[in-house]
T-cell receptor, first 117, second 112 residues
Framework: DAGVIQSPRHEVTEMGQEVTLRCKPISGHDYLFWYRQTMMRGLELLIY????????DSGMPEDRFSAKMPNASFSTLKIQPSEPRDSAVYFC???????????????FGQGTRLTVV | LAKTTQPISMDSYEGQEVNITCSHNNIATNDYITWYQQFPSQGPRFIIQGYKTKVTNEVASLFIPADRKSSTLSLPRVSLSDTAVYYCLVVLMDTGRRALTFGSGTRLQVQP
């Protein structure tokens, strides 16, 4: 498996524009996570899905942020409209937690570096 | 969710053993302890996990005392490439909440 794949790797956009970040988790993984990392706030959990269903979106900063997982192999994180304070590295991660599987290992993508000007 | 506390930064030299201690005083019965490593411009990477006593793999050892209120990640004979941020996490293994919550981490700088 190629691991968790995120696209684009870098995104520069103007304030007010819509931004869509994409993630392909590792096949067979049942959990998918979206994180945001900045120098000031560190690595923050935004939202996570279990079997394509959103479980906890309490980390989503505001209504401008939305995430979907239409199927087991694809997820998006959308920001509309984008603002300069959204500039950060956004990571997607996936994890397998099958029955009786005591495994805390999550696999992270390379991240998308978003710059909003 | 159990809160973790670890040193903000540590310095070491090549070839030395590095021990990073993390405290998690309110760890619950069903929590596991896990450590991740993050290099600049990369996502975090799993290093090791444990529940109690000692766990060792090809990268590190994890020591967990009987009360499980702390844990120590041990990196044997570090090299320059071990310079990274190391995160200690407490992960709930009950169904319903499988998210990984990261704290501030420990920034390890290895000098030649």
């Amino acid at each position: 498996d190629a691991g968790v794949i995120q696209s684009p790797r870098h995104e520069v956009t103007e304030m007010g524009q819509e931004v869509t970040l994409r993630c392909k988790p590792i096949s067979g993984h049942d959990y998918l996570f979206w994180y945001r990392q900045t120098m000031m706030r560190g690595l923050e959990l935004l939202i996570y899905f279990n079997n394509n269903v959103p479980i906890d979106d309490s980390g989503m900063p505001e209504d401008r942020f939305s995430a979907k997982m239409p199927n087991a192999s694809f997820s998006t994180l959308k920001i509309q409209p984008s603002e300069p304070r959204d500039s950060a590295v956004y990571f997607c991660a996936s994890r397998y937690t099958g029955t009786g599987h005591m495994n805390t290992e999550a696999f992270f993508g390379q991240g998308t570096r978003l710059t909003v000007v | 969710l159990a809160k973790t506390t670890q040193p903000i930064s540590m310095d070491s030299y090549e070839g030395q053993e590095v021990n990073i201690t993390c405290s998690h005083n309110n760890i619950a019965t069903n929590d596991y302890i896990t450590w991740y490593q993050q290099f600049p411009s990369q996502g975090p990477r799993f290093i090791i996990q444990g529940y109690k006593t000692k766990v060792t793999n090809e990268v590190a050892s994890l020591f967990i005392p009987a009360d499980r209120k702390s844990s120590t990640l041990s990196l044997p004979r570090v090299s320059l490439s071990d310079t990274a941020v190391y995160y200690c996490l407490v992960v709930l293994m009950d169904t319903g909440r499988r998210a990984l919550t990261f704290g501030s981490g420990t920034r390890l700088q290895v000098q030649p």
